[in-house]
């Protein structure tokens, strides 16, 4: 197997993987519908059913994403902050269903993920200002080593039939890139309920096809933000999705600041810059795409077999781009020079 390193210049690190949407030519009129959810647009695409049909579900899939994306926000009075207020009571209470079946699905990835996939670190994220206007100042390592050592785990909420409680008072959820790729998979579910068998997802680093719908290409750019170096083409119901140091971080005294934190320190992880994983779930590709993030380079093959990833790419903080060997036939280097480190899985 080939092994070969990236020149790429470390101005490169500020630019996040961009996603293309080129609709079908010669198929069946296709209906858009592009709207705001986790702050950036989202376009959902169906083609092949008639125009009101195709309307309808359009509506229906942005109401479903719109509605959980409220209801997991942690910052706002609503079902996740007042779970995260009855958690840390310790004591039983009655969860709220629509948040259920995430919680759960949570925390089977947590634990395959070795813990470093944790929805469950809303105290440090507050505590490092990532709520609301994220901008710092970083807080105070006493305070940040006080909640780590308080050591919450996914593996401390007790789930029994709609019944729900923590053994750790220090434990906040937030469900974060994780709860953004389940609502995206609501949508989606919602489109393919209607009878949608062609269609497509666009969104700031996420990106879905459903069927045969549309052109999907993903796109890593240079230094300048528009020269293309790599691309790879999403296949039929295949996904993607990207974490990156650049989504809700904050600078100060010149320093980078991200809200993917490593649970082993409660400071933003420092080994990676962005991954990407290519998945069937939205879901299950950001909570794989956290934890790569988090193992970095040195643990990122070992964690991404322990969660059944086989198609993935990491960038290093050391120029590097890093990507699975089951994923690098399928990546277009498009900078002659600019090669990759395949790394076997």
């Known amino acids: 197997m080939h092994v070969s390193f990236i020149t790429m210049p470390k101005s490169a690190y500020l630019l996040p993987f961009l996603f293309l949407l080129t609709a079908c030519q010669g198929e069946p009129p296709v209906q858009r519908k592009t709207f705001t959810a986790y702050g950036s647009p989202v376009t959902l695409t169906v083609q092949g059913i008639a125009e009101g049909a195709a309307l309808r579900a359009l509506d229906e899939a942005a109401a479903d994403l719109l509605y959980i994306e409220e209801g997991n926000n942690p910052a706002l009075p609503g079902p996740m902050a007042r779970t995260n207020q009855l958690l840390a009571t310790t004591a039983e209470f009655s969860a709220v269903p629509s948040l259920l079946p995430q919680i759960r699905q949570a ?13 469950g670190l809303g105290g440090l994220l507050e505590l490092w200002g990532f ?7 970083p807080p105070a390592a006493q305070a940040v080593a006080a909640l780590v050592a308080q050591r919450p785990a996914m593996s401390d909420i007790g789930i029994s039939g709609i019944a729900m409680r923590s053994r750790n008072a220090a434990l906040r959820l937030d469900l974060g890139d994780f709860g953004r790729g389940y609502a995206l998979d609501t949508a989606l579910a919602r489109l393919r309920e209607a009878g949608v068998h062609a269609g497509s997802l666009t969104t700031p680093g996420a990106a879905a096809r459903i069927g045969q719908g549309g052109e999907l290409v993903l796109v890593l750019t240079g230094s300048d933000g528009r020269t293309p170096r790599a691309r790879v083409a999403l296949r039929a119901d295949e996904v993607a999705y990207t974490v990156s140091a650049l989504r809700g971080s904050y600078l100060h005294d010149g320093r980078l600041y991200h809200p993917l934190l490593d649970p082993a320190t409660g400071e933003p992880a420092r080994a990676a810059f962005a991954v990407t994983v290519f998945h069937a779930s939205l879901a299950e590709a950001a909570a794989a795409a956290q934890a790569l993030f988090v193992a970095g380079p040195a643990r990122w093959i070992d964690t991404a077999r322990a969660l059944g990833v086989t198609q993935a790419l990491l960038v290093d903080t050391e120029d590097g781009l890093r990507v699975t060997s089951a994923l690098a036939p399928r990546v277009a280097m498009t900078d002659g020079q600019l090669q990759a480190i395949v790394d076997p899985l």
Not at 107 to 119: I, K, N, T, V
Not at 131 to 137: A, D, I
Request: overall charge positive.
């Open 107 to 119: 925390q089977q990835l947590a634990a395959r993920s070795g813990g470093l996939f944790h929805p």
């Open 131 to 137: 709520y609301n206007e994220p901008k710092g100042p």
